[in-house]
């Protein structure tokens, strides 16, 4: 599976930018797709997962009511939507496919086994 993240960008706080993420190849080998991100100097954390079949999501507390995950299946294509963009959400993102992932371990960065290249979202204050 490949991935490829877009739509990162310099934003002004209180703004909205969409990431996009299109899988390519065995997408069959992944059932659930995130989206991570890394701030300078700070670990990988998760932000949002959604999986394909279903479209059951689940987010991290400090985006829950400004982002939105969503997917087009048929596009194997799925999306970020970042509202109310604060300055402490710069940080390159990232997405991330995995199989046989359960609600419980969809936010375990360590579970998922396809990466994309990141794309970096700055906030500005």
């Known amino acids: 599976v490949q991935l490829q993240a877009s739509g990162g960008g310099l934003v002004q706080a209180g703004g909205s930018l969409r990431l996009s993420c299109v899988a390519s190849?065995?997408?069959?080998?992944?059932?659930?797709m995130g989206w991570f991100r890394q701030a300078p100097g700070k670990e990988r954390e998760f932000v949002a997962a959604i999986k394909w079949s279903g479209g059951s999501t689940r987010y991290a507390d400090s985006v829950k009511g400004r982002f939105t995950i969503s997917k087009d299946t048929a596009k194997s294509t799925v999306y970020l939507q970042m509202n109310s963009l604060k300055a402490e959400d710069t940080a390159v993102y990232y997405c991330?496919?995995?199989?046989?992932?359960?609600?419980?371990?969809?936010?375990?960065?360590?579970?998922?086994?396809?990466w994309g290249q990141g794309t970096l979202v700055t906030v500005s204050s």
């Open positions: 991330a496919g995995g199989s046989g992932l359960i609600w419980s371990t969809m936010a375990r960065s360590s579970e998922y086994g396809y």
């Open positions: 190849g065995r997408t069959f080998s992944s059932t659930v």
